[in-house]
Each structure stands twice: as structure tokens, then as C-alpha cells.
């Protein structure tokens, strides 16, 4: 039973594309986060929301959009891809910000 | 925001050799985890030690928290070929930050 579950495992994309990806949670918790982790692994939160409701949003640039159809999922919405996109994206959830995060299996993206 | 910052970035040891990592923050924190993620794979919680806490164990782990140098370290004993991994700390003040991490290498 995967607890954190991400699709896709592999992206391949050119430039200029949008793309998503999708985070199922079945934890009940109630908070999920999405993380990127770059070539030096360096892991880096982006966004992390609590009952539906944005409670950190790092500087990303707007081209990157969390959406959260209900508590068990946070999809993660890319448009106009670069370059500098590429990296390995996690999701993650936890019970509440003080509490252990469970992390997903992550998402390679490459854009070419 | 503050984050855990890991030191060394790499450590490269001997099969049944102890491995100690090293983790600083910056401002006070109500608890400090432990994560260790396995190449090109999400991360795995290992242990958490709460602000009040000096010392906590759990198997061949060792976490240590010095909240006036406001450090922390995790030492592995008796390393084994499969602890090869990264290894992360995360400070929390009502949120999670992660530092670039410890890339541990046991040799068999």
C-alpha cells in the first residue's frame, strides 16, 4: 500500500511545454508539500498546503502552480517549461508542519 | 526561513567503521528530524529529537542536539554497506527545511 504516490516516475518535455504532475496522499494527513531537488541535491520546498489552503509559497516563479482538488492530492501545474526546470520533484505529506513528512517515490523531470 | 545545513557534504568509510554527520541551524527550532534518501529515491525519516531532548537512539543511530550551538549530529555505528545513502536534517519552526545534505559511502 503506497502511502505517497507521484505520476509520472519520468518526464521528457521540450521548452515552452506545460506540464503536471500528480501527488496522491493516503495518510489522511493534512498537509502536503512539493519539494525540487537539483542536480547537486540540494532539496528545496516550493509549496505546501493545509486543507486546501497555501500556507508557504517560496519564491517560485509563477509558472509553477500547486493545485489541490481535495486533501489527498496536490498536483503540482508547470507552464512555459525552461531549462533551469529540470530536476527530480518530491512530493511529500505530513500529519502537520511539526510532524515527520512521508515522501513520494519523486518525478525526473527533463526539459529539453 | 531557516534551514539545516549538513556537514561534510560527503563522508567515505569502511564497512563496520561509525560514520558521524553534522547538522547546524540558525534560529530555534521546536524539533529537528533526521531523513536519509537513497539514490534517485524520495526520503525516509529515520528519527526526530525534540528541542528539550539532549540524546536519542534508535538502533545503530545516535542523534545528539546541542540547541545553544544550535547543532546537531547523527552517528551511525557498525556502517553497513546498505546505510550508503544521503542524509539529511530538517529543522522546523512551524515548517520543514532541508539542507543540501551528507553523501555517506560505506565500503564493503
Keep these: 500500500d503506497t502511502a505517497v504516490s507521484q505520476t509520472p516516475k519520468y518526464l521528457v518535455t521540450q521548452m515552452g511545454n506545460d506540464k503536471s504532475i500528480k501527488c496522491e496522499q493516503n495518510l489522511g494527513h493534512d498537509t502536503m508539500y512539493w519539494y525540487k531537488q537539483d542536480s547537486k541535491k540540494f532539496l528545496k520546498i516550493m509549496f505546501s498546503y493545509n486543507n486546501k489552503e497555501l500556507i508557504i509559497n517560496e519564491t517560485v516563479p509563477n509558472r509553477f502552480s500547486p493545485k489541490s482538488p481535495d486533501k489527498a492530492h496536490l498536483n503540482l501545474h508547470i507552464n512555459s517549461l525552461e531549462l533551469g526546470d529540470s530536476a527530480v520533484y518530491f512530493c511529500a505529506s505530513s500529519q502537520d508542519g511539526a510532524h515527520e513528512q512521508f515522501f513520494g517515490p519523486g518525478t525526473r523531470l527533463t526539459v529539453l | ?108
Design chain 2, 1 to 108: 526561513s531557516q534551514q539545516g545545513e549538513e556537514d561534510p557534504q560527503a563522508l567515505s568509510i569502511q564497512e563496520g567503521e561509525n560514520a558521524t554527520m553534522n547538522c547546524s541551524y540558525k534560529t530555534s527550532i521546536n524539533n529537528l528530524q533526521w531523513y536519509r534518501q537513497n539514490s534517485g529515491r524520495g526520503l525516509v525519516h529515520l528519527i526526530l529529537i525534540r528541542s528539550n531532548e539532549r540524546e536519542k537512539h534508535s538502533g545503530r543511530l545516535r542523534v545528539t542536539l546541542d540547541t545553544s550551538k544550535k547543532s546537531s549530529s547523527l552517528l551511525i555505528t557498525a556502517s553497513r554497506a546498505a546505510d550508503t545513502a544521503s542524509y539529511f536534517c530538517a529543522t522546523d519552526n512551524n515548517d520543514m527545511r532541508f539542507g543540501a545534505g551528507t553523501r555517506l559511502t560505506v565500503k564493503p
